[in-house]
């Protein structure tokens, strides 16, 4: 199995931090590497997909870099909807798997 | 906008089988979809179960593939998860969720349900 290892595990910043999120695969994964946002009690929701495409409808101050093994997750400037645990996962081979989790809290 | 809704019991005995239905609204699960089961505990995080293409064809983790079995009723429009011998390490919050079409990722969730494995 691919794993799937995100530093830090967990962040504080303030509202209008920028705030980057790295996550690095045991092997390389081309640019099949996805971002999910959590939120206590909620599913995830898909923020990035494919490394740096942004799902349709979500906020433009969230990004996605890298490619092979080694990917961010950038805020550009936090809001206090973000406070929230972040995910990657890849999904270049079977079994589909996901990072330990990025927990963002309030500073 | 498709909806995904969980259903099944809460609760399931030590070496019982787990059955959870997602019940699909919104649009239909014969839309060339993969349709998945993912789970999540607080021991190991997220952990994607299998899933299946509308046709019928089925993809498992192989850390549960001898346990696990995920189907389609078209007539319903539902997919199920069946899970045997589930042992406490199987309690966690399950997910249904739908992929992706351009790229495998779940661009749907389910809002989950809680199974506990215990007698």
């Known amino acids: 199995d691919i794993q799937m290892t995100q530093s830090p595990s967990s962040l504080s910043a303030s509202v209008g931090d920028r705030v980057t999120i790295t996550c690095r695969a045991s092997?390389?994964?081309?640019?099949?590497l996805n971002w999910y946002q959590q939120k206590r009690g909620k599913a995830p929701k898909v923020l990035i997909y494919g490394a740096s495409i942004l799902e349709s409808g979500g906020p433009s101050r969230f990004s996605g870099s890298g490619s092979g093994a080694d990917f961010t997750l950038t805020i550009s400037s936090l809001q206090p909807e973000d406070f929230a645990t972040y995910f990657c996962q890849q999904s270049y081979s079977f079994p589909y798997t996901f990072g330990q989790g990025t927990k963002l809290e309030i500073k | 906008q498709v909806q995904l809704q969980e259903s099944g019991p809460g609760l399931v005995k030590p070496s019982g089988t787990l059955s959870l239905t997602c019940a699909v609204s919104g649009g239909s699960i014969r839309s060339s979809n993969w349709w998945s089961w993912v789970r999540q505990s607080p021991g190991k995080g997220l952990e994607w179960i299998g899933e299946i293409y509308d046709g019928g064809a089925t993809n498992y983790n192989p850390s549960l593939k001898s346990r696990v079995t995920i189907s389609v009723d078209n007539s319903k429009n539902q997919f199920s998860l069946k899970l045997t011998s589930v042992t406490a390490a199987d309690t966690a919050v399950y997910y249904c969720?739908?992929?992706?079409?351009?790229?495998?990722?779940?661009?749907?969730w389910g809002q989950g349900i809680l199974v506990t494995v215990s007698s």
């Open positions: 092997q390389s994964i081309s640019s099949s």
């Open positions: 969720a739908k992929v992706g079409t351009s790229s495998w990722y779940v661009d749907h």
